[in-house]
Nanobody, 115 residues
Framework: QVQLVESGGGLVQAGGSLSLSCAASGNIVRPNYMGWYRQVPGKQREMVAQISTSKNINYLDSVKGRFTISRDDAETTVYLQMNSLNPEDTAVYYC?????????WGQGTQVTVSS
C-alpha cells in the first residue's frame, strides 16, 4: 500500500501562482510515476502533469509553459508549481502515484482562480 498526503492549493487571482505538493509513503518500488490530475464537476478527470522515476515528464497542452512538475531527490514527493493561473484552471487537483500497474490517489485539493 502507498499513502499520499497532499498540500497546497487555495484561492488566487488570475495571473497568480500556487504550488502543490504530494508526499508518498509506504511500500514504494521503482520504477513509478507521480503526477497531478484535475477534475471539475461534470467532467472527466484529466492528467495535468506526470513525472517518472527516470524523469520523463508529460504535460497537458493547456498548461505547458505555465506549470512545472518536479520530484525531490528521494523521489517520494512530487511538486506542481502553477504560474499564470487562469479561471479555467479551477478544479480539484489530485495526486496520483502509479507502480506495478496499481494507481493510488490523494484526497484532492481545491484550486480556485478568480477572474
Amino acid at each position: 500500500q502507498v499513502q499520499l498526503v497532499e498540500s497546497g492549493g487555495g484561492l488566487v487571482q488570475a495571473g497568480g501562482s500556487l504550488s502543490l505538493s504530494c508526499a508518498a509513503s509506504g511500500n514504494i518500488v521503482r520504477p513509478n510515476y507521480m503526477g497531478w490530475y484535475r477534475q471539475v464537476p461534470g467532467k472527466q478527470r484529466e492528467m495535468v502533469a506526470q513525472i517518472s522515476t527516470s524523469k520523463n515528464i508529460n504535460y497537458l497542452d493547456s498548461v505547458k509553459g505555465r506549470f512545472t512538475i518536479s520530484r525531490d531527490d528521494a523521489e517520494t514527493t512530487v511538486y506542481l508549481q502553477m504560474n499564470s493561473l487562469n479561471p479555467e484552471d479551477t478544479a480539484v487537483y489530485y495526486c496520483k502515484f502509479r507502480q506495478v500497474g496499481l494507481d493510488y490517489w490523494g484526497q484532492g485539493t481545491q484550486v480556485t482562480v478568480s477572474s
